[in-house]
């Protein structure tokens, strides 16, 4: 089952100006993560928000998390070309063994035009 | 450092073939592996996991296997493939909360 919901479903922006993607969710967690996809390739991890965060940065990503409002969004600064890709976020959840799982949403696809 | 390689990286087979994608893990011990599938333009779909040799758990009913016969190999694998098999299948692993993903498969059942 799906648990996050990025917004919007694309983006599409140019060089230089800002990207904010918004992520809600329907559960309590322990953390939410964001991923990024490159067209064709894996998913390469970014950034882990814990639940008693409410904002954290790295490089040119801040990323923020309203527990009460069950949402985060990841905002990218100063975008360049590069930075094209889908973002998703992804939160955790419990498998029925009670090992850990990421559930994630549908992404946001990023285009940046330079 | 730790690094995860798939293949093959593409593959076309024919509806009702066999199918196997391998999976390995490098520079870690133990750790937890992961097979999804996404379909185009949608979010990842969690199909196997495994936290140790031998022990396999399915999230959704499928026409799918995995098995974990070392450590840090996870295979995918079907009897007789289908044409909703199609898809990009992606290995991950993990030893804590984040994830880490291979490059990915890209099947293309006919």
């Known amino acids: 089952s799906q648990q996050g919901e990025e917004d919007p479903q694309a983006l599409s922006i140019q060089e230089g100006e800002n990207a904010t993607m918004n992520c809600s969710y329907k559960t309590s967690i322990n953390n939410l993560q964001w991923y990024r996809q490159n067209s064709g390739r894996g998913l390469v991890h970014l950034i882990l928000i814990r639940s008693n965060e409410r904002e954290k940065h790295s490089g040119r990503l801040r990323v923020t998390l309203d527990t009460s409002k069950k949402s985060s969004s990841l905002l990218i600064t100063a975008s360049r070309a590069a930075d094209t890709a889908s973002y998703f976020c992804?939160?955790?959840?419990?498998?029925?063994?009670?090992?850990?799982?990421?559930?994630f949403g549908a992404g946001t696809r990023l285009a940046v035009h330079p | 450092s730790q690094t995860i390689h798939q293949w093959p990286a593409t593959l076309v087979q024919p509806v009702g073939s066999p199918l196997s994608l391998e999976c390995t893990v490098e520079g870690t011990s133990n750790p937890n592996l992961y097979w999804y599938r996404q379909a185009a333009g949608r979010g990842l779909q969690l199909l196997f996991y495994s936290v140790g040799i031998g022990q396999i758990s399915s999230e959704v009913p499928q026409n799918l296997s995995a098995s974990r016969p070392q450590d840090r190999q996870f295979i995918l694998s079907s009897k007789k493939l289908l044409l909703s098999d199609s898809g990009f299948y992606l290995c991950?692993?993990?030893?804590?909360?984040?994830?880490?993903f291979g490059p990915g498969t890209r099947l293309t059942v006919l």
């Open positions: 992804a939160t955790d959840g419990m498998f029925s063994g009670g090992y850990n799982k990421l559930i």
């Open positions: 991950a692993w993990a030893l804590s909360d984040t994830q880490y």
